[in-house]
């Protein structure tokens, strides 16, 4: 690398008010929301706000053969984002833009630096919405593409991936290409959107998106039921989502993460004290429809459901409620953050095996002398659990045999946080080396020089 | 290839009743139902009833440099499983079992074999289906996978892609692997699962498949929509899926078209002579709900919805009368050939664009004095179209503006079928070389000696 005249090419290209050189970067963008931040100073932040100056940087980067590390709004929980020594970070807060909005096909093209709040305002007076719903509103659609983000509404609408129809992509030598288009079927070809949806910023730089959208449901009721005993809780999910009511949210809180939000929150639910006092874990479930009559027979069909399998109590809380418990819901990592969790893991198991994958979690945490709480989407089998236990040793080890234990249940690492840097341990230890290869291989198509976001995911070369 | 050797390892993988070797094929083994049949001797056709025996034939496969294709029932419409000459067809008739249907995590394992139809029939019980609808129920979910196949309900469902959530694969070297599992969400490196999803066999030999399942819905209505113009019925597509009613079918068939299926079946839908004559175009809505009293207001609804935008009439269509008119549009497609149809083309485009693409269409067909007539997906813009013009210069000619007119309004060129054979001089022309090319290479790193299913999709070299 020629620090001097890759310095001035990157001026060149942006504008010297688009570009940070170390050590005066902005704090703000060296690192994501990781629990094991590392301080790494990158060479240069740009802001390109044009397809074309990503363009340009990606072949700046492979003439000089320096890592590029995209990144959207920097809110990823695995170290997805962070900085490489000496490389450049690309940032898409410029590129922030609802493209355009097509109301009769209910497609968006967004770039990839505008954030679910922006979108999701942008599309109100539309009547349609994004309807995927990763809790954290701040997270930039580029970062969501590149985490295949999932969040609340998975169990009735899918994740990223079942949203995003076409990409402009940006490869390392500095090619432009789209794939897929705004369309809602194809079948022409191997589908390159799909392959690069949850990849990570390892095989291409994600300029646009094309959205697939839905109309909003005007009326919906967010019902509360406490339960007893947290596998009975689990135990009734599959019986709500084979009752064809689909609702658009399924989720689970403890018992203690549910103080935690709501007291983080002054939310006060309504719950009779008698009953909070034998609670252990409470249900939320959101129902949307097209009609108020039907809102109304689908609460009565619901409570009737889980009233007949060991429902404390059931309430629908009223809107203002509602609304604040979900936002205290999306905040659940923050309250977790400030209580000094030591990590967090969002492991996906077939949604009947929670239970069992809870109980067998108790009791690997109690082998660990380690505390754990959670909540999570247990319509999708996305379980989110905060662990304490300040050894990294010891902490390692209980991750690697909670993981383990969830794969033999037919699950996978990550629902919806990826793998990041902060679980390549794992990850990389309990895949199918032919599968990792496999992936290797489709790294080395689309970046041969490994100058795309290295040191996460698949590759575990140690930090220069 | 030593013939005799191949021969001898061949019938030691899977017994002398499970393979044939020319000239003695069964010729139903030989060709799909494209309507470009080029009669071919393959080497051998093989039937294993393992993944071990496709594993073995794999290793043979590559020991010899012998190309593999797989087949499963023989359905497709673009020549993506006809043999080539000297090669091996495996096909999966023996594969066909449903190996698990789990009713809580709604989840099925099944062989590539297996079809539709048994697959459906084996769900009924379990109130559990598999709500994918290709139009053809004797297709098997091995080719639904490599084609990614779409079909009526895809406006409400999606395809095959949204279903698929893990594989299990073997590679050309004999390697079995598995991607995905009984899981909804996962961000854990690339999807695997997702890049066969539609590969026309040319990545893996694909030997089971996870599949997610819905609730049946109880409660149905097929409405029967008459339109004075084509234009007209595609019109009025945007705004019923803009209305929320979630209908899973929304299909149009041109007034030739439904005279031709209508009448192949001897049906009689009940739609009064007066209205008949002003008909240019139908539209067919099927809605589905969980309750009785919500199918009667959104029928109603819908109802209003259309008369307000032009509708000749309403019809509910008697529960009979329905089932035999989506069977009869299943049979679209051997109507037309027996009606001596010379192409069909299965173009999606943007919703909202279908109007302006028919015209175009007719404004094609004339200048080449070809007789086009269709029926389609219209909720997902999937324009089926039967082209009458016997002249195979002047009719890839036809295509060929057809297919570059609907790239223009950013669509692709199969919704459903496949590229195969058939639409491989059209999808090579007018795709961006840069796409094509990044699927050459990934398709090298699956299969570098181009031994699975050569000669289509990607692969223009002339049949040997």
């Known amino acids: 690398m020629h620090e001097t005249e890759l310095r ?22 060296l690192h994501d929301e990781s629990l094991h931040p590392c301080h790494v100073e990158p060479f240069a932040v740009v802001r390109p706000d044009s397809t074309e100056q990503v363009a340009q940087i990606a072949r700046l980067a492979s003439a000089h053969g320096v890592a590029l590390t995209p990144r959207g709004s920097g809110t990823g ?4 984002a962070t900085p ?9 807060a410029r590129m922030n833009r609802l493209l355009s909005i097509d109301t009769n096909d209910h497609m968006a093209v967004v770039q990839p630096g505008i954030t679910l709040r922006e979108l999701n305002e942008e599309l109100a007076p539309s009547g ?9 509103l ?32 940006v490869l390392i030598d500095g090619t ?12 022409s070809g191997y589908d390159l959107t799909q392959l690069v949806l949850g990849s990570e910023g390892t095989l291409a730089l994600v300029t646009e998106i094309t959205l697939k959208l839905s109309p909003s449901m ?43 939000i709501t007291g983080a929150a002054s939310l006060e639910l309504g719950v009779e004290t008698s009953i909070a006092e034998q609670t252990a874990a409470y249900l939320v479930i959101v129902l949307e429809t097209r009609t108020a009559e039907q809102l109304e027979r689908d609460v009565e069909d619901l409570a009737t459901l889980v009233q007949g399998v060991g429902a404390l109590d059931v309430y629908v809380l009223p809107s203002s409620a509602a609304t604040r418990l979900i936002e205290a819901r999306e905040r659940a990592f923050w309250v977790a953050k400030s209580a000094g969790v030591n990590d967090i893991i969002d492991i996906v198991v077939p949604r009947s095996r929670v239970p069992e ?4 979690a108790t009791r690997i945490a109690q082998r660990h002398a380690a505390f754990i709480a959670g909540c999570g989407h247990v319509g999708d089998g996305n379980v989110h659990l905060s662990i304490y236990l300040p050894d990294d040793e010891r902490r390692e080890a209980l991750l690697l045999e909670l993981f383990s234990f969830g794969l033999t249940l037919g699950g996978q690492i990550s629902g919806e946080h990826g793998i990041g840097r902060d679980k390549q341990g794992p990850y990389l230890a309990l895949s199918d080396p032919t599968v990792l290869e496999l992936q290797r291989r489709i790294k080395d198509v689309f970046d041969p020089g490994h100058l795309l976001n290295p040191h996460r995911l698949l590759d575990e070369r140690p930090m220069p």
Do not use: C, Q, W
């Open 8 to 29: 001035n090419d990157l001026i060149d290209v942006v504008g010297d008010d688009a570009v940070t050189f170390s050590p005066h970067h902005n704090p703000d963008d």
């Open 77 to 80: 929980l695995s170290g997805g």
């Open 84 to 92: 490489v020594p000496g490389g450049i970070v690309v940032s898409f």
């Open 128 to 136: 349609l919405r994004y309807p995927v719903y990763p809790g954290e």
């Open 138 to 169: 701040s997270g930039s659609l580029g970062g969501n593409v590149n985490t295949n983000a999932g969040g609340m509404r998975a169990v009735r609408h899918g994740v990223t991936r079942h949203h995003v129809v076409g990409l402009e992509l």
């Open 176 to 187: 432009v290409l789209r794939t897929g288009g705004p369309v809602v079927k194809s079948s």
């Open 218 to 260: 005007p009326h919906s009721a967010t019902v509360l039921v406490p339960f007893a005993d947290l596998r009975e809780v689990t135990r009734v999910v599959p019986s709500i989502v084979a009752s064809g009511l689909e609702p658009s949210m399924l989720e689970y809180l403890d018992v203690l993460t549910m103080g935690a």
């Open 357 to 360: 994958f809870l109980d067998e």
